[in-house]
């Protein structure tokens, strides 16, 4: 049973705003940063995944700062994904360091 005044709408461990701020993140950052650090690259990916670990110690703890960091780490670990699979997009064939 869901506490009141939680949200009641959830996936997995996320309440469906958490879900929704990581996504916005996601989008935004994506397309923000793929003319900085690129899109679909390990780098690119590393990258984000950094930010995404170190974020919390510049912009503290909370429900938005974690669906912030949340959605970097997501963005971060599809890159290296993509840059190690390879992908279509910006990411091109499988990449070596």
Known sequence: MAKKGKAKFRVGG??????????I???MQERL??????DGTIISGAI?????LFAPKLIGRGHIQNAICL???IDGVDDILT????GG???GGAQVL
């Open 14 to 23: 996320y309440d469906i705003g958490t879900i929704f701020i990581a996504s």
């Open 25 to 27: 993140t996601k989008n």
């Open 33 to 38: 940063l793929r003319g900085i650090i690129g």
């Open 48 to 52: 984000k995944l950094g930010i995404a």
């Open 71 to 73: 959605g970097f780490g």
């Open 83 to 86: 840059g190690f699979l390879g």
């Open 89 to 91: 997009g910006n990411g």
